[in-house]
């Protein structure tokens, strides 16, 4: 089942039934640093606090939401609005899973002066409940280079152990290089969706992204044999998704 809707999620989500989403990947706008056709003037606190109150209503319990977001800097300072969404979701009664990094290649370079080059974005991890035997583990095996390591105990004491050079995703960065296969301006890299999608759901899962500009989730979710929710405010990008995804 695919399901498109132009419209807003703010208002949308009302209408998506509780419990009834097993996974939602998502990356809302980042404050202002997007126009989307003007559509980001109505970008608010109102909106994305409701967004993240009807996702803990109808994610199900063991369901997962990836939040994908980065900050604006105005007046020199991050505005620091992706961490208000993570402390948020945690108000409304998510546990904040994990926090993981998107690194982009190629991207971030040359820094400026007196800012090193930006080459991030968080990947906040909200879990409902205990999320049984998802995740990583499961998903990708250790193919990377092992390395040494030690790591300080509680107690002072130091305990040597190995970890995973690269390869395999044990690790919660993950580095791609940045995709624009559409007009849209801020898509993420279709192997970033599949990979989260591999990692938090399994096939005939519903899947939900109520940000869906290009409709990259709704893409690979198909591809993975997972049935689609995607909203989209804009016309424009909403055409664009339809297009790729049916
Ligand atoms: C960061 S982009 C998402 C890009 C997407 N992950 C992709 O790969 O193409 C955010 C999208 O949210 C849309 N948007 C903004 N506010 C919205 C709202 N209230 N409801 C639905 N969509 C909204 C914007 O038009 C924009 O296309």
Not at 5 to 31: C, F, K, R, W
Not at 33 to 58: A, D, M, P
Not at 178 to 200: C, M, Q, V
């Amino acid at each position: 089942m695919i399901k498109l809707i132009q419209g807003n999620s703010q208002h949308l989500l009302a209408q998506i039934h509780d419990e009834s989403i097993d996974m939602v990947l998502t990356s809302p706008p980042y404050d202002n640093i997007r126009s989307y056709n003007g559509n980001n003037s109505l970008w608010n606190e109102q909106v994305w606090t409701r967004v993240i109150e009807h996702l803990y209503r109808i994610i199900k319990t063991g369901g997962v939401v990836v939040w994908i977001v980065g900050d604006a800097t105005i007046d020199g300072s991050e505005t620091g609005t992706s961490f208000e969404q993570a402390l948020f979701a945690k108000k409304v009664g998510f546990n904040l899973h994990d926090t993981m990094i998107y690194q982009k290649f190629g991207s971030g370079l040359p820094h400026k002066s007196h800012r090193y080059g930006q080459s991030f974005e968080y990947m906040f991890i909200f879990s409902k409940g205990d999320i049984g035997d998802k995740g990583v583990i499961k998903t990708f095996p250790k193919t990377g280079k092992v390395g040494k390591t030690t790591r300080r105990q509680k107690d002072g004491s130091i305990k040597r152990g190995t970890y995973n050079i690269g390869g395999g995703k044990l690790s919660n960065i993950w580095q791609y290089a940045g995709e624009s296969k559409t007009d849209h301006p801020a898509p993420f890299p279709e192997n970033l969706a599949r990979d989260h999608i591999l990692s938090w759901s399994n096939e005939g899962d519903t899947i939900l992204d109520c940000f869906m500009g290009s409709g990259t989730t709704g893409k690979v979710a198909k591809d993975l044999n997972r049935s689609f929710i995607g909203i989209e405010l804009d016309f424009e990008y909403f055409d664009i998704a339809e297009s790729r995804i049916k």
